[in-house]
C-alpha cells in the first residue's frame, strides 16, 4: 500500500530529471508495488541510491556542499528509494554556511541526475540572491543535470570536471496506462466516484484523453518556462540562447558545455578545491593586516 501511494505521486509530478533515471525510477516503484522487497544493498545497485547522509564541511574559508542523487523538495517521500538531496535542507545548509563568518566561499559539490521539480525554482532564487553575500561557486563533478543544473547555475562560477557532464534543461512526467491489464483481468476493474470536472483527469485506469493531455502539456510548458528563465538570469544569457544552445534537454561533455555557455570552465575538484582555499586564505590575510593597521592607527590617534 506504501509503495502504491509512493507510485501516484510519482506519475503525478512534474520532473526535471535524466529520462532515464525517470524510467529506472518508475520500474523500481512497480517491482515494490506488487509486493517485492529489497535490502538496502539492492536498492543502492538498482538506482544509485545514497543511503548515507553527507554533511557540509569546511576547510580555510571554504564550505563544500553537496549536493548528491535524486532532488527532491521534501526527502520524506522519495528518501527511502533514492536517497538525495532535499531543497529545504539544502537551502538552510546553504544560509548557514552563508551566515558563517569563518566562510568566504560555498562550493556546491554537485552530482545528481536532477528531480523534481518543486522546491528547485526557490532554491536557485536564495542562491542567486546569496551572490552579493558570499562568493557561491558550483562544480558539476561529475553530473549536473535538469533540476541539479538549474540549482548549479544560479552560482557565480560553474565549473565542471573534465569528464563531466552538464545540461539536460526540460520537464517531463509519465502517464502509465493500465486500462488493457484490466481488460485481460490482470487488475481488478476500478470506478472513480468524484465531484470536479477534472479530478479524476489523467488516471492511471483510463488512457489519457485528448483534454488531459493538453492540461498535462501546459503544466510541463509553465515549469520549463520557469527553468529557462532562472537559467538565463544566472547564466546572463538570453532565454532563446538557453532553448537553442544550451543542449536542447541533452547533457554535454565539458568542453562542449563550456563552448555553450553552460558552464565557465573546466578543473578538476581537488584543483579548484585547492584554488579556492588559497584565495580565501589570502584575502583573510589581507583582512588581517588591514584590521591590524587599523588597530594601530587607533592607538596612535
Request: proline residues 4%; glycine residues 8%.
Amino acid at each position: 500500500m506504501k509503495y502504491a501511494r509512493v507510485l501516484h505521486d510519482f506519475y503525478s509530478t512534474p520532473w526535471a530529471i535524466q529520462p532515464e533515471k525517470l524510467r529506472v525510477m518508475a520500474q523500481f516503484l512497480q517491482v515494490q508495488a506488487a509486493g517485492v522487497k529489497f535490502d538496502p544493498a539492492e536498492i543502492q545497485a538498482r538506482i544509485g541510491a545514497a543511503h548515507q547522509p553527507v554533511e557540509t564541511r569546511s576547510s580555510a574559508g571554504v564550505a563544500v556542499v553537496p549536493v548528491y542523487g535524486v532532488i527532491a523538495q521534501r526527502m520524506d517521500l522519495f528518501s527511502e528509494i533514492s536517497g538525495g538531496t532535499s531543497t529545504q535542507r539544502l537551502a538552510q545548509d546553504i544560509r548557514s554556511a552563508a551566515a558563517n563568518p569563518d566562510v568566504d566561499t560555498i562550493l556546491l559539490d554537485v552530482d545528481s541526475p536532477g528531480g523534481s521539480v518543486y522546491g528547485v525554482q526557490e532554491l536557485a532564487d536564495v542562491i542567486y540572491q546569496l551572490r552579493d553575500q558570499v562568493r557561491i561557486v558550483a562544480i558539476a563533478n561529475s553530473l549536473m543535470a535538469s533540476a541539479a543544473y538549474w540549482i548549479g547555475s544560479a552560482a557565480e562560477e560553474l565549473v565542471i570536471t573534465p569528464g563531466g557532464e552538464a545540461g539536460s534543461i526540460g520537464v517531463i512526467t509519465a502517464h502509465e496506462n493500465y486500462q488493457p491489464l484490466i481488460e485481460d483481468r490482470k487488475l481488478p476493474e476500478v470506478e472513480f466516484v468524484y465531484a470536479g470536472k477534472y479530478k479524476a483527469e489523467g488516471n492511471m485506469m483510463e488512457p489519457l484523453g485528448d483534454e488531459a493531455r493538453a492540461a498535462l502539456q501546459a503544466r510541463i510548458d509553465d515549469y520549463y518556462a520557469a527553468f529557462t528563465e532562472g537559467v538565463a538570469r544566472n547564466r546572463g544569457v538570453s532565454v532563446q540562447t538557453v532553448i537553442a544552445d544550451f543542449g536542447q534537454g541533452r547533457v554535454l561533455g565539458a568542453q562542449a558545455a563550456v563552448d555553450a555557455g553552460l558552464a565557465d570552465r573546466i578543473a578538476t575538484f581537488d584543483d579548484l578545491t585547492g584554488e579556492l582555499v588559497a584565495e580565501d586564505t589570502s584575502l583573510r590575510r589581507r583582512r588581517d593586516r588591514m584590521r591590524s593597521s587599523a588597530e594601530t592607527l587607533a592607538k596612535i590617534i
